[in-house]
T-cell receptor
């Protein structure tokens, strides 16, 4: 079946550090890939997405590239801020059936 | 603000009781999804409705049921509640059923005592 694996953390970084959160997936065909972010006490918000191989999603300084050859969609940001502290979820979506499969989430804490 | 609304925001009840959670999707969205988020299970997909019909089922217990009404709002019914049902319940909506971005509501926090 379809699945998403991501580093579970927690990840603790200092402000302005470089961030990478790894995400790999298992799926047949060509899923769409997403990163969602959940700030404390809130619901999930779409951060970025990519719908085909080699697409790069970007938003708020975050980037992720859809790599079909390595079945990966790693999230990166060059310089994190305290306000980026949140839980980040990688997810995939297929056309039919159970549309969204989420990874376990990675908790990021950024210290000033 | 995603445009998805959920009520109530918080719910405290006792074991054995029944509760109903309500979700209004974004204007124009036909699909509604329900998820459960707990500390030990992470984010679990429960069920999806599309334009009033059940479209996909995930890890939903038999004690739980859902429906989507003609005005497209949805309700999740949880019965014979157990302590382990304490969790955050999220509703999400999307325009169509095929791989579209899902927009999440703020969630209902359920505490079963």
């Amino acid at each position: 079946g379809n699945s998403v694996t991501q580093m579970e953390g927690p990840v603790t970084l200092s402000e302005e550090a470089f961030l990478t959160i790894n995400c790999t997936y298992t799926a047949t065909g060509y899923p769409s890939l997403f990163w969602y972010v959940q700030y404390p006490g809130e619901g999930l918000q779409l951060l970025l997405k990519a719908t085909k191989a080699d697409d790069k999603g970007s938003n708020k300084g975050f980037e992720a590239t859809y790599r079909k050859e390595t079945t990966s969609f790693h999230l990166e940001k060059g310089s994190v801020q305290v306000s980026d502290s949140a839980v980040y979820f990688c997810a995939l979506s297929k056309e039919v059936g159970q549309n969204f499969v989420f990874g376990p989430g990675t908790r990021l804490s950024v210290l000033p | 603000d995603s445009g998805v609304t959920q009520t109530p925001k918080h719910l405290i009840t006792a074991t054995g009781q029944r509760v109903t959670l309500r979700c209004s999707p974004r204007s124009g969205d036909l699909s509604v999804y329900w998820y459960q988020q707990s500390l030990d299970q992470g984010l679990q997909f429960l069920i999806q409705y599309y334009n009033g019909e059940e479209r996909a089922k995930g890890n939903i217990l038999e004690r739980f049921s859902a429906q989507q009404f003609p005005d497209l709002h949805s309700e999740l019914n949880l019965s014979s509640l157990e302590l382990g049902d304490s969790a955050l319940y999220f509703c999400a909506s999307s325009p169509r059923t095929r791989g579209e971005t899902q927009y999440f509501g703020p969630g209902t926090r359920l505490l079963v005592l």
